[in-house]
């Protein structure tokens, strides 16, 4: 046989060798030794190129999302009033002054009805721990943000209850924030709270040497799957420096812009704080198709980084330390469920996660407890990582729909020598 006909067909077989490892390596989604699994190689390439990463997504799509029809509907309970001097305004002139005016126990209440915003209402007054100052609204009562942040809270022991925040912003002045929360602002309670159509939902902030700390999000509503504009991405919490902050029973719909560029988080933390708890949630990156989306993530520490000049502390390279996030429901993320970079002891613990690509561990120094965690993407630690714990269970529902997902997981027997069944529990969201 000529030569060259041997090398075309060692060629031949090289190449169906090849082809071979790569469909293998496709379905199996697992980290092979040094090879991390193929989702996240995929995921990281559509960040990069769409275009070239074509070929990927075409081996091993990104997951499809799950219907939500049959969740329970989100019921806020009742606030109960303070103890001072009541303010009741009907009208946003009223509403600045009374913001002005309140002290400590004292309680803002806005009547029912729409107040279009252009101009951020602002705190100018501490409360205190035993007499905060409490702003709730009445049922019906919505603020219109058009430009720029809707509630800007720089002071401490305020509490924001029961109210509807919307974004009507045009390209041109787009929604920065709905409640933006810096300064001195320790103790800022927000809860029950709706927010709709807003770049982020709740931006807490800080600089040097000023940090607002000790912070809850709490039982409040997130639908942020309209398209926005500006650089702003669509986020239901964006925790820059703060410590000690909570997000617990809230639901969340819709993560990123279209019209952007780059990966979005529903929630984020990161420039150097500690002990954030993330409890009790459900994430929904894409509730419905999201066409042209940025890469959707569910929860993330650390994101891309922070430049040095402003990490609450220069000296220590992390961006977030000493955090929980237990007992999540996150669904339908084009991207990682779960991402942590240079972040460390960071507990992952009993959640659920389906329809997205598993948990991610970036940058050197990066240590988290993975345990009892339900997911039907990968879990990879990158180099430099480190990753302790067990019994957590890989899965993939049957069928298409999160209810029916959320009910076939309470089924599901422990992992081999545990004593309880990996995933969250979701008794509080099915009917």
């Not at 009507?168 to 787009?174: K, N």
């Not at 800080?206 to 700390?213: A, Q, T, V």
């Not at 598993?358 to 993975?370: D, F, K, N, Q, T």
Request: hydrophobic fraction near 45%; proline fraction near 7%; include cysteine.
């Amino acid at each position: 046989m000529p030569a060259w006909s041997l090398r075309r067909w060692l060629f031949i077989v090289l190449l169906g060798l090849a082809l071979f490892g790569l469909l293998a390596w496709a379905m199996v989604d697992r980290a092979l030794g040094a090879l991390p699994p193929f989702s996240a190689v995929r995921d990281a390439m559509t960040r990069r190129s769409p275009v070239l990463s074509a070929p990927l997504r075409w081996l091993r799509p990104a997951p499809d999302p799950l219907d939500l029809a049959g969740l329970a509907t989100w019921r806020p309970a009742a606030g109960v009033p303070g103890e001072g001097v009541h303010h009741a305004v009907s009208s946003l002139e009223g509403l600045r002054a009374a913001m002005d005016a309140a002290r400590g126990g004292d309680t803002i209440e806005l009547a029912a009805g729409d107040y279009p915003l252009d101009e951020a209402l602002r705190s100018r007054v501490d409360g205190w721990e035993r007499a905060p100052i409490r702003l709730r609204g009445q049922p019906g009562a919505r603020l219109l943000l058009r430009q720029g942040v809707a509630l800007d809270l720089q002071n401490a022991w305020w509490l924001v209850e029961d109210l509807r925040i919307e974004g009507r912003c045009a390209a041109s002045a787009p929604c920065e924030a709905g409640v933006r929360v810096g300064g001195q602002a320790d103790h800022v309670l927000l809860q029950r709270l709706q927010f709709q159509d807003l770049g982020v939902a709740v931006r807490v902030a800080g600089r040097d040497p000023h940090w607002p700390d000790h912070g809850a999000v709490l039982d409040s509503l997130f639908v942020l799957d309209a398209p926005t504009s500006g650089a702003v991405a669509g986020q239901a919490l964006h925790l820059q420096g703060g410590s000690h902050w909570r997000f617990s029973g809230n639901r969340v719909f819709g993560v990123g812009k279209p019209l952007g560029d780059g990966a979005a988080y529903a929630v984020l933390a990161k420039g150097g704080g500690e002990g954030l708890l993330v409890e009790r949630n459900l994430i929904v990156c894409s509730p419905q198709p999201m066409p042209g989306a940025d890469a959707q993530l569910g929860i993330g520490l650390g994101g891309a980084g922070t430049p040095t000049r402003w990490l609450r502390d220069p000296d220590q390279r992390f961006e977030h330390q000493h955090a929980r996030v237990v007992d999540n429901v996150v669904s339908n993320c084009s991207d990682a469920a779960i991402d942590l970079y240079r972040s460390r002891d960071i507990l992952l613990q009993q959640n659920t996660l389906l329809a997205s690509s598993g948990i991610v561990l970036r940058g050197a120094g990066s240590e988290a407890v993975l345990r009892r965690n339900l997911t039907s993407g990968a879990w990879y630690p990158q180099g430099g990582t480190q990753v302790s714990g067990g019994y957590n269970l890989r899965w993939v529902p049957d069928g298409r729909s999160l209810p029916d997902a959320l009910k076939q997981a309470r089924a599901l027997p422990a992992p081999p020598g545990a004593s309880q069944p990996a995933g969250a529990d979701t008794r509080w969201l099915l009917p």
